[in-house]
Nanobody
Framework: VQLQASGGGLVQSGGSLRLSCKTSGFSLDHSHIGWFRQAPGKEHEAVSCLSGSDGTADYADSVKGRFTISKDNAKNTVYLQMNALKPEDTAVYYC?????????WGQGTLVTVSS
């Protein structure tokens, strides 16, 4: 199982970015997958996740209405569309999958939002 996140970068406040998490070694169809982030000096925070059982999406209150999680099963890729970015969204973003009873993490991608 592998997950590779990409798409981070530097963006101005109010801008948008789309993160991608390319996966391999398992099927996205019935796997729970999500995005997390860690800002400097702060705890890991769950940003958004997709249920493997019914496909419902959950979001942290801090990103509701601005971020959208989606997946393309054919491309084995999960996306995080981030709009109306704020400086407090600055963090390293990670994707995580739960396959059967094991969790797998991808390497992070850095998102920096300038004010």
């Amino acid at each position: 199982v592998q997950l590779q996140a990409s798409g981070g970068g530097l963006v101005q406040s109010g801008g948008s970015l789309r993160l991608s998490c390319k996966t391999s070694g398992f099927s996205l169809d019935h796997s729970h997958i999500g995005w997390f982030r860690q800002a400097p000096g702060k705890e890991h925070e769950a940003v958004s996740c997709l249920s493997g059982s019914d496909g419902t999406a959950d979001y942290a209150d801090s990103v509701k209405g601005r971020f959208t999680i989606s997946k393309d099963n054919a491309k084995n890729t999960v996306y995080l569309q981030m709009n109306a970015l704020k400086p407090e969204d600055t963090a390293v973003y990670y994707c995580k999958a739960r396959v059967l009873f094991t969790e797998y993490w991808g390497q992070g991608t850095l998102v920096t939002v300038s004010s």
